[in-house]
Structures are given as structure tokens and as C-alpha cells.
């Protein structure tokens, strides 16, 4: 990870935490080339840091319960 900042990005992201990681991971995977992630400490040293490991797939509706059926199933293909 560079610490020297370049003049231009396509995108700029504040914040390395799970949200920040988990955007820059899927505009690179649809191809994006041009990302920055700027963490002012160290990457998931937020709130990510004390939830690491628990996936639990049941959620309060619909739309949350997809999105970690689908969090799971990605870790699976790594
Ligand atoms: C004790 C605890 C237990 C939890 N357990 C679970 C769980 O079991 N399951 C679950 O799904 N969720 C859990 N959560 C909730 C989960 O941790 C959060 O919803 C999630 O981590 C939020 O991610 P985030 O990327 O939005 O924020 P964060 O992880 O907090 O990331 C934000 C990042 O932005 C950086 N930042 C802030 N301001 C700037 C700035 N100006 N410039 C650069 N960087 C900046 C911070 O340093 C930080 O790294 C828990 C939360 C806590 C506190």
C-alpha cells in the first residue's frame, strides 16, 4: 500500500473498514482499475475489527439476509 497520494482517481473511498474494502473489491472485480482507498489508520481497524468471523445468515428482513447469504458464499470462493 503506497502512501503517497496520486493527483487523480476515478473513484475515491473514505474509510477501510468492511464497507469501504467490500466497494473497492467489487468495482475491481467489475473491472474499475482507477480505485483509492484512503484509511486514516490501518484497514478494518474500526467497527470491522470487533465483528470479524461472525456470519450469521438470518437477518431482521429480506434484503439483509441476501446480502449475507451472499457474503458467505463469497468468502466460500476465495
Ligand atoms: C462490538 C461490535 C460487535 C459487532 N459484531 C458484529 C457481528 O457479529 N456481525 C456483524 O455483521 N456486525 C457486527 N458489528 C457491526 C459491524 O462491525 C459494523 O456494521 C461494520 O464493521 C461497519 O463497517 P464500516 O466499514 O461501515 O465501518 P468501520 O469498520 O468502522 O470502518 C470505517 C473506517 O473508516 C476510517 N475512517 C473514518 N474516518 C476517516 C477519514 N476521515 N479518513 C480516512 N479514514 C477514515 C476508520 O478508521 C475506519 O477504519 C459489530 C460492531 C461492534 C462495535
Redesign the pocket.
Known amino acids: 500500500m503506497s502512501k503517497e497520494l496520486p493527483g487523480h482517481a476515478q473513484v475515491v473511498i473514505?474509510?477501510?473498514?468492511?464497507?469501504?474494502?467490500?466497494v473497492a473489491y467489487h468495482l475491481t472485480k467489475l473491472g474499475w482499475t482507477d480505485v483509492l482507498l484512503?484509511?486514516?489508520?490501518?484497514?478494518?481497524?474500526?467497527?470491522?475489527?470487533?465483528?470479524a468471523?461472525?456470519?450469521?445468515q438470518l437477518r431482521q428482513n429480506q434484503e439483509m439476509t441476501n446480502l449475507?447469504k451472499y457474503t458467505v458464499d463469497l468468502y466460500e470462493g476465495m
Open positions: 473514505v474509510g477501510g473498514g468492511i464497507v469501504g474494502c467490500s484512503l484509511e486514516r489508520k490501518e484497514l478494518a481497524s474500526g467497527t470491522t475489527w470487533a465483528a468471523g461472525l456470519l450469521a449475507a
